[in-house]
């Protein structure tokens, strides 16, 4: 089975603050994607990767960066959290048959 | 404006009784995709069917897609309690190269 992991389940910040959200996954699969679901507007696309040291930008990407140096590893940065960035933060990966394979999710709050 | 778009928001079925949501979409696609979510949790891949099929079953699920009319629909037969959850469904499409762009999901409530 595929495993997809991120480093915080919850976590509180503060405005200003510069945030890591990391997620890995175990499936030697290419592409790695970072979404936010906020009610009412469902899963919106952040960031994704197709290759190590490879990003593109997805539906939301300001305010956010990406990094993914190792296959296994994308993370998200926000460099200077605001407070309409809380929200719950998915990471997924597919492989070659489309499905995409989601970890836990961090559900972050700014205050 | 989102591709995929379930209808309806809320269902609020008894234990035993189907569920039927339905997800519209408006360009054209290369598959289509549900998904599970529990309360507070990531999502679970469901079912895909593409865009040259027109039914597909899994277990107690039946999905449709009508390309014609740019819908689909997922079926749950016999509900239980633990299928309480949000359904999402996704759209895959070249348009939006090859990324996955999900609806807002129907919240889906199993009485005992």
């Known amino acids: 089975d595929v495993k997809v992991t991120q480093s915080s389940r919850y976590l509180v910040k503060r405005t200003g603050e510069k945030v890591f959200l990391e997620c890995v996954q175990d499936m030697d699969h290419e592409n790695m994607f970072w979404y936010r679901q906020d009610p009412g507007l469902g899963l919106r696309l952040i960031y994704f990767s197709y290759d190590v040291k490879m990003k593109e930008k997805g539906d939301i990407p300001e305010g956010y960066s990406v990094s993914r140096e190792k296959k296994e590893r994308f993370s998200l940065i926000l460099e200077s959290a605001s407070t309409n960035q809380t929200s719950m933060y998915l990471c997924?990966?597919?492989?070659?048959?489309?499905?995409?394979?989601f970890g836990p999710g961090t559900r972050l709050t700014v205050l | 404006s989102q591709q995929g778009e379930e209808d309806p928001q809320a269902l609020s079925i008894q234990e035993g009784e189907n569920a039927t949501m339905n997800c519209s979409y408006k360009t054209s696609i290369n598959n289509l995709q549900w998904y599970r979510q529990n309360s507070g949790r990531g999502l679970v891949h469901l079912i895909l069917i593409r865009s040259n099929e027109r039914e597909k079953h899994s277990g107690r699920l039946r999905v449709t897609l009508d390309t014609s009319k740019k819908s689909s629909s997922l079926l749950i037969t016999a509900s239980r309690a633990a299928d309480t959850a949000s359904y999402f469904c996704?759209?895959?499409?070249?348009?939006?190269?090859?990324?996955?762009?999900f609806g807002g999901g129907t919240r889906v409530l199993v009485k005992p």
């Open positions: 996704a759209t895959d499409a070249w348009a939006a190269g090859n990324k996955l762009t």
């Open positions: 997924a990966t597919s492989g070659p048959q489309d499905t995409q394979y």
